[in-house]
């Protein structure tokens, strides 16, 4: 008996990993299908790229939300149960099972309708923002706030009904907690902000350029490669917003937006090269599972600001690239040493554009759109009043006046895309980058050495230990109390910010 039991379980296992298999193939190409959207696509393929991904967007739902996989999962939770928390059988089946009880909520035509004007949206607002035109943008973000709202109606009354879209991108946060983290967050910046206002200012005045555009691609590229970038299984691309994307493990496609006035392109490089090596660095044992990659936009965003931030604006980073830097650029800094530049490169100073944003003024930026979109689910603020609704926040957390939609409520891509909840992501990145970053520095104490002699193996394996091959066995927050023994905490990213601005400006 116990044979038979073991060999119809085995047989069990083995149909969920071929089904889960296939729409993990399902989901990679449609991942590829809406990168080249953003990337190559022309302009004339948006309708039928619309399409394109509303079918597949059903199909991988349908497939997913089938019988057969509910039966299947009801058949293996006693088996996943009397495994190891942490053996990956167990961890397939448990978050399997969690992923089918959510989208088996979701009708497919909703799953197909999102996926259409999620679409159609993104072409829109790149229209709409060349033309710095909201009222042009205005019904596609209509029509994606409305299937918004029928999303959230597909499953019961949360405390808060953010809670329901926050959990897409942050399982298990609430945003009660949320809120509590940027709550301390706002405590304490807001004075930091106004003190650095008031204090004399960084000489920045050589990062306007010009800096040739095909010169920053070769300086990104001789920058990327020593982290890890591999030509034969990684892109670079241009694109209006920088992303990251993948179709594999060996299939890793980040992009940047180049400026000639300025140095953008190079730090969002840096950025999505963290999102990538996250994905690369998952466990070949998960490859074509539901539970590879990584576990949640904020750990992700830890990757790619701990790699931006705490590694691409450190002065042994610096010592490291910034001579062959300088030569690139040499009409702009021959004449501007290697510390000017490090105090330039983290300078704090409130801009309009959130992905240009510094360190300390970057989190106000998300801040306002976290409450943003709550006012909006709450029918708080009309989405016709929304640039002016934007502007007025400017000014009151950072002091500035919007000049225009494309430089306010246009600039990013995620709305156009139906993407509501995933903000809050990008400042808990923040948080838990430096948290991860102040374990890994305990782990490797000649770290700093390593950075400035161009070692970034160390780095990577750690962070593959610790974090990328885990993948999405464990919650957001199991798999940061399993990394550094803690969850997260505002306090050490605060700490980091103020030694940051003490050594800048002396306050």
Not at 480 to 496: F, K, M, V, W
């Amino acid at each position: 008996m116990a044979g038979r039991m073991a060999a119809a379980v085995e047989e069990s296992y083995t149909e969920l990993e071929a089904r889960l298999a296939r729409i993990a193939d399902l989901s990679r190409i449609a991942r590829v299908l809406s990168w080249d959207q953003q990337v190559i696509m022309p302009p004339g393929g948006a309708e039928p790229r619309a399409e394109q991904l509303a079918t597949l967007g059903r199909t991988i739902h349908e497939e997913f939300t089938a019988e057969e996989v509910g039966r299947l999962l009801e058949e293996l939770r006693s088996y996943g149960e009397s495994l190891p928390y942490d053996s990956d059988e167990a961890s397939l089946i448990r978050v399997a099972e969690q992923d089918y009880e959510k989208a088996r909520r979701v009708p497919p035509e909703l799953t197909a309708e999102l996926a259409r004007a999620a679409s159609l949206g993104q072409q829109v607002w790149v229209q709409a923002r060349a033309e710095s035109d909201f009222a042009k943008f205005l019904p596609a973000l209509e029509r994606n706030v409305e299937l918004k709202r029928q999303y959230i109606d597909c499953f019961e009354p949360a405390e808060e009904p953010y809670d329901i879209l926050l959990d897409d991108y942050e399982h298990a946060m609430s945003t009660a907690h949320v809120r509590a983290v940027f709550d301390r967050l706002k405590e304490e910046l807001v004075p930091i902000i106004q003190a650095v206002a008031e204090a004399p200012p960084v000489d920045e005045s050589f990062l306007v350029g010009p800096f040739p555009i095909e010169l920053q691609k070769e300086a990104l590229l001789a920058i990327l490669r020593p982290l890890g970038f591999d030509e034969t299984q990684w892109r670079l691309d241009p694109t209006p917003h920088p992303f990251a994307s993948y179709s594999g493990l060996t299939d890793i496609r980040i992009t940047t937006r180049y400026l000639e006035d300025g140095l953008m392109a190079l730090f969002a490089g840096i950025h999505e090269f963290g999102h990538g090596l996250y994905e690369h660095q998952s466990s070949p044992e998960l490859d074509r599972t539901t539970i590879s990659g990584g576990v949640s936009l904020g750990l992700h965003e830890s990757q790619s600001r701990l790699w931006e931030n705490l590694v691409g604006r450190s002065r042994p980073f610096w010592r490291r690239f910034y001579e062959p830097f300088q030569r690139a650029f040499p009409e702009v800094l021959g004449d501007v040493d290697v510390e000017a530049f490090y105090r330039a490169v983290n300078r704090i100073r409130p801009s309009l554009i959130r992905v240009e944003a510094d360190q300390v003024t970057y989190n106000m930026h998300v801040i306002l759109r976290f409450e943003l979109e709550q006012d909006i689910l709450a029918g708080n603020v009309e989405l016709r009043d929304l640039p002016e609704a934007w502007n007025a926040r400017m000014q009151e957390y950072l002091g500035i006046d919007v000049p225009d939609d494309a430089h306010g409520v246009l600039q990013d891509v995620h709305w156009s895309a139906g993407v509501v909840g995933y903000f809050p992501t990008y400042s808990l990145g923040n948080v838990m980058s430096v948290q991860i970053w102040e374990a890994l520095r305990r782990d490797l104490p000649d770290l700093d050495d390593q950075i400035e002699a161009g070692e970034f193996a160390p780095l990577r394996e750690w962070l593959r230990d610790r974090i990328h091959r885990h993948g999405r066995k464990f919650t957001p927050q199991e798999t940061l109390e399993r990394a550094i023994g803690s969850t997260i905490d505002p306090e050490p990213y605060l700490r980091y910010l103020k030694g940051k601005v003490a050594e800048l400006y002396g306050v």
